[in-house]
């Protein structure tokens, strides 16, 4: 696999680890940035990220074979609109979004039906930094890439996007659209909304200083997400709003269920969901294996 | 502030730990262990954690002028009506109990009246491990300890519990035992629930196995919690049940909120939650500010 031209729209974490383990990889010849911030572009020359970069879109992407479209959610139809009648004829675009059916609605809205070489993408990675000055080579490495391609998609072109982020160390699977943005509401999009959820409950509550002076570690692990971007996962939400409205208020009930089950007393019931939670967590997550054990706090 | 005789029963980290950080502080003669392992209490022997011990409570707290409870909640009647009639005339007891208004129901049950020289209490700390082996004397640096003093406990023991805190490092504050149990339901026990839900019902979707597998780092923070003790939290639940049910409940009624302001695709009011409970958390909790700025996952 090598690539040409490689175009990033939106030269951030996501966008720049990208280009750093292609290049990293020798996977690709030149790579054209395109973004708001020219200070951030500029870092990115600097550093090799990229070789050269425009404020326009349609001129970034001009004879690139690979299109990365790394923008948020809320920007990725303007940004395809950017793009249309600027690709050339064999160009494959994939995207990074968190959620894939708002960008397949998006591109259909904007180029009238979904483009054959369009392959709808989601690396799961990411770290607490932005910018391209976070970006690093290995960002991608043993992590998940989701691919979404449609009935309409060519395989030709799923195979390259594949090809791409195995390059960068990645393991890519396939799923359809509908399957990854439930995945998604319930491994990332849910816990966020929790997060944000407990975080804000608490800081409404009166005297609400005093009781985040008693939150201890295990506090600050279960809400570190809610420090991440609020006009990100404002998108996200919007993006996904029907897999991630209905897992809500399905939990939102299950939670309902458990305040019951406690004020029962039904200490058997609370053992049984504790039990099957913590045996679960220790084998599918990896690397951290019971590793809370005795932590009452 | 010098202690005679410490008698702790439960040497665990909790207890262990505090025995540690006396010894270290010079603060204590003499520590007198209690519990049902001789393997673990062998160690702690071994370790000069304690000097000496009986599986025993009555013998163990013979003579001490301090006597430290640290068993699980469930175990804390048994463990007062086994001191019934042994304590010395002027010794002190206080415990580490995560829930203060079931423990104080059970010194009631057992010994009639609240003892006058009991000091609920609660030393906000702990780490992943279990048993003396994990015990460590700067478990408390730093750390808070709440003390729950009743209109029956006597301020002069109520002082003398301070004392022995300070000495191990902690920041100790009083409070009521009713507000210590919300304000633990809402930091603590309330995410706990949350994170136990939350993987309990991931483990029950259809292909849970490739659910867990698309997790990335903010999951795994989120739910590392939910690798605590099953029973120990069941314990903690009975305890605590009415101040957590109610707040759980209330939780599920604003998720439902949530889910509603999603489906109607209202970004303002997201946005306002979520900047919202950003703010708060970088502001409240200290070491980690903005440290998932930009992770969309």
Redesign the interface.
Known sequence: MKLRRLAVIGV??IGGSLAKALRAAGAVEEVVGCGRSKANLDLAVSQGIIDRYSHDVGEAVTDADMVFVAVPLGAMRETFAAMRGRLAADAIVTDGG?AKASVVADARAVFGELPARFVPGHP????????AA?AFAELYQD??V?LTPLAETDPDATAQVRAMWEACGAEV?EMSVAHHDE??A???H??????????????R?KE???????????????????????????D???AN??A???M?????????D???T??K?D?EH??A??????????R??D???????????
């Open positions: 951030g974490l968190s799961i990675a990411g770290t607490e930094r932005n910018g976070a992590r998940r989701i699977s995945v998604l319930a491994t990332s849910l816990p966020h909304m929790l997060a944000f959820g407990l975080v804000d409950a608490l800081a509550m609400n200083d005093k009781i985040f002076r008693y939150a201890a570690g295990g506090f600050r692990d279960f809400t570190r997400i809610a420090s991440s971007n609020p006009v990100m996962w404002r996200i939400c919007l709003k029907q991630l409205s209905a809500l208020a399905t939990f939102a009930d299950e939670m309902n458990l305040s019951q406690i004020a007393g200490g609370l053992l969901i504790f039990s099957r939670a913590k045996a679960a967590r220790d599918f997550v690397g951290d294996n019971n590793d809370a054990g005795g932590s009452a706090e």
